[in-house]
């Protein structure tokens, strides 16, 4: 029996929609979206799939949670992947609606969550991101600016920003302290000599995983399992590739600490070195089990 699959092209202003061979647009808004779901109500359906889009799909994901409706977020680079083995190239909204629907029958996708429990701490962490880039910025163009006017301007907005960063830094305490859940996380991460506030805390919103998957899933999933490269006789350079880019960054400079101040990590950096591993392979190595050792703790715990 074929399954009932609606899919849905999102962007900022409307939702492209396909089902049963036929193509409907409603605005990307709350209300709307509700009224159209509200459509659905007794009805069979198997799946409602999109892509991510930069944040543009959380009013349909916040609206398919309130009617527990099954959906599944799908990575852009895989519709379009499929897109391209069939030869579609063209692209227009009512053309990935469609393919989105074809390429959710074609790999019997299932229904998966995408809600973040913890998506108020992870906005808080975007946005501290979002002011270090813009005060890396300001403070560049300080080195080439002689202007007296303009170097007074980008002083006090490099003062605003150091004040706006700190106030975020409070709040991300207050949040971890306040929240019985996260605190207990928060506590164990931090344990870990190396980690400090922001990969703890990045860890809890952006990879809640990290209590149900295994090592592998997880290095696969942060982006720190590396890759084969082989085709015939010829052996490529592994390499890592893809996987949560937010989250991996921040454990890079946590590891960068944890091999100057965790014995672990130092005696495994410092083996890995002697044994002719260029550095930045070493730490990436350094940074998987970093992972690894912060998930054994909390199973431990738990």
């Known amino acids: 029996m074929s399954e009932e699959i609606v899919a849905v092209d999102v962007a900022k ?14 605005p990307n808004e709350t209300k709307d979206i509700r009224k159209w779901l509200n459509k659905f109500k007794g009805k069979q359906i198997d799946l409602f799939a999109f892509e991510a889009t930069g944040g543009y799909e959380r009013k349909l994901i916040e609206c398919l949670e309130e009617k527990s409706l099954p959906y ?25 609606a469609k393919v989105i629907h074809d390429y959710s029958h074609a790999v019997s996708l299932k229904p998966a969550s995408a809600k973040n429990e913890n998506q108020g701490l992870s906005n808080l962490l975007n946005r501290r991101d979002q002011l270090i880039v813009i005060r890396i910025e300001e403070t560049n163009r300080l080195d080439t600016m002689t202007d007296k006017t303009i170097l007074q301007s980008l002083n006090a907005h490099i003062k605003w920003l150091n004040k706006a960063v700190d106030t975020l830094d409070k709040q991300l305490v207050e949040h971890a302290k306040s929240d019985n859940s996260i605190k207990f996380l928060y506590d164990l991460y931090i344990s870990v000599p190396g980690v400090g506030l922001i990969s703890a805390l990045r860890l809890i919103a952006d990879l809640p995983e990290l209590l149900e998957y295994t090592d592998k899933q997880l290095a696969a999933m942060v982006g720190l399992a590396p890759m084969n490269r082989d085709s015939g006789q010829m052996r490529g350079k592994r390499s890592i590739t893809a996987g949560r880019a937010k989250l991996r960054r921040v454990l890079y400079m946590a590891t960068i600490s944890a091999i100057r101040c965790n014995p672990l990590l130092k005696e495994f950096y ?12 070493a730490i990436i190595a350094c940074t998987r089990k970093l992972l690894m050792v912060m998930r054994s703790i909390v199973t431990l715990r738990l």
């Open 13 to 26: 202003a409307e939702l492209v929609i396909y089902q049963d061979a036929a193509f409907s647009t409603i």
């Open 72 to 96: 599944r977020r799908i990575h852009a680079n895989y519709v379009r992947a499929y897109a391209k083995a069939l030869g579609i190239l063209a692209k227009t909204d009512n053309i990935d």
């Open 270 to 281: 410092q083996r890995l070195k002697s044994r002719g591993k260029p550095s930045k392979v």
